[in-house]
Nanobody
Framework: QVQLVESGGGLVQAGGSLRLSCAAS????????MGWFRQAPGQEREFVAG????????YYADSVKGRFTISRDNVKNTVYLQMNSLKPEDTALYYC????????????????WGQGTQVTVSS
């Protein structure tokens, strides 16, 4: 089974930066797609960014485009989310997810999930 472990969350001031990591184990991920999702209290889980293991094509939600960057290290089996110019509205529990095939933007399409890491942005 695929196991995903997020790390790097924390408290940061508005305008600051944070880098999240997602360490994957248990499988070879060359044919997988990885995604970052976030969920704030009382809201639905929403897509943030996605990346293909093979080729590295990236996808972003409009709300984070230009501020966040997703990347991966195939040797380390780790996906990163570099978050710059953070805003209070970015405050949420961030999840790493994995699925076979192409990147999709709905949580239901992903088979594997991490436990989440909290990101809090203060004003």
């Amino acid at each position: 089974q695929v196991q995903l472990v997020e790390s790097g969350g924390g408290l940061v001031q508005a305008g600051g930066s944070l880098r999240l990591s997602c360490a994957a184990s248990g499988r070879t991920f060359s044919s997988y797609a990885m995604g970052w999702f976030r969920q704030a209290p009382g809201q639905e889980r929403e897509f943030v960014a996605g990346i293909r293991w093979s080729g590295g094509a990236t996808y972003y939600a409009d709300s984070v485009k230009g501020r966040f960057t997703i990347s991966r290290d195939n040797v380390k089996n780790t996906v990163y989310l570099q978050m710059n110019s953070l805003k209070p509205e970015d405050t949420a529990l961030y999840y790493c997810a994995a699925k076979r095939g192409i990147v999709t933007m709905t949580p239901g399409g992903y088979d594997y999930w991490g436990q989440g890491t909290q990101v809090t942005v203060s004003s």
